[in-house]
C-alpha cells in the first residue's frame, strides 16, 4: 500500500532559525496537506497542495510539491517559540480509495 | 460555529471489553473520517464515511467497525479490547468525501486506555 515518509523524525533548532521537513511519498499523489499538532493536541490543517511543482506561502511557512506529485517540504523561516509542535504532511493516492495517508510527522523542539 | 465534538474525551477500559466512541461533525459537513494516533505507528487511517455510506477502510481488523447516521453523526465501536488499542481516536470532518479543495477538521481526540 501507500506509504509516506517524512524526515527527520526529531528537529531541534534554535529560536530564529529556519525549519525544513520532508514528505515522500511511494506514489504519485492527488494532492499533499500539511497538519500541525501542538503538544496534548488535535492535528490542525495547515494548507493543501494540488498542482505539480506548487509553491504556497503562509508568512514564514513555505510549502513545496514536487514536479512529480510524489515528494513535498515545509519550510519555516526565523522560527518562534510558539512554532513548537509535530507537523505531519499527508496525502491520498492519485486515483486510490483510501483514506489520507499520514506521514510520522517531524517533532519540532525550539531551544530560546 | 462549533467544531468537531467527541465524546468522551477520556476512557479506561478491561482487554476483552468493547468501547463506542462518538463524533458530531461540524454543522452542514456530511463526511466522517476516523484515525487512530500512537507514539508508535502515527496516524493511521480507521475508516471514512459520507451520507452514511462507509467510503474507505483502512488496514485494520473487524473488530474496529463504525457507522454514520443521516444526521451525518457518527460512531465508531471496537470489540475485545487489546492492550495495544490504545490510543487517541481521531474524528475528523469535511463538507466531502476525497481531499481535493477539501478541508478536514480534527476533533480533540478521544484517548482509550486499556488495561
Known amino acids: 500500500g501507500q506509504q509516506v515518509m517524512q524526515i527527520p523524525q526529531y528537529q531541534h533548532v534554535q529560536e530564529g532559525e529556519d525549519f525544513t521537513t520532508y514528505c515522500n511519498s511511494s506514489?504519485?499523489?492527488?494532492?499533499i496537506q500539511w497538519y500541525k499538532q501542538r503538544p496534548g493536541g488535535h492535528p490542525v490543517f495547515l494548507i493543501q497542495?494540488?498542482?505539480?511543482?506548487e509553491v504556497k506561502k503562509q508568512k514564514r511557512l513555505t510549502f513545496q510539491f514536487g514536479e512529480a506529485k510524489k515528494n513535498s517540504s515545509l519550510h519555516i523561516t526565523a522560527t518562534q517559540t510558539t512554532d513548537v509542535g509535530t507537523y505531519f504532511c499527508?496525502?491520498?493516492?492519485?486515483?486510490?480509495?483510501?483514506?489520507?495517508?499520514f506521514g510520522k510527522g517531524t517533532h519540532l523542539i525550539i531551544q530560546p | 460555529k462549533a467544531g468537531v465534538t467527541q465524546t468522551p474525551r477520556y476512557l479506561i477500559k478491561t482487554r476483552g471489553q468493547q468501547v463506542t466512541l462518538s463524533c458530531s461533525p461540524i454543522?452542514?459537513?456530511?463526511?466522517v473520517s476516523w484515525y487512530q494516533q500512537t507514539p508508535g505507528q502515527g496516524l493511521q487511517f480507521l475508516f471514512e464515511?459520507?451520507?452514511?455510506?462507509?467510503?474507505n477502510k483502512g488496514n485494520f481488523p473487524g473488530r474496529f467497525s463504525g457507522r454514520q447516521f443521516s444526521n451525518s453523526r457518527s460512531e465508531m465501536n471496537v470489540s475485545t479490547l487489546e492492550l495495544g488499542d490504545s490510543a487517541l481516536y481521531l474524528c475528523?470532518?469535511?463538507?466531502?468525501?476525497?481531499?481535493?479543495?477539501?478541508?478536514?477538521?480534527f476533533g480533540e481526540g478521544s484517548w482509550l486506555t486499556v488495561v
Open positions: 497542495l494540488v498542482k505539480s511543482g
Open positions: 464515511y459520507f451520507s452514511e455510506t462507509q467510503r
Open positions: 506514489t504519485t499523489l492527488s494532492n
Open positions: 475528523a470532518s469535511s463538507l466531502w468525501v476525497g481531499s481535493s479543495g477539501n478541508t478536514i477538521y
Open positions: 499527508a496525502g491520498r493516492e492519485r486515483g486510490g480509495a483510501d483514506g489520507l495517508t
Open positions: 454543522s452542514g459537513h456530511r463526511s
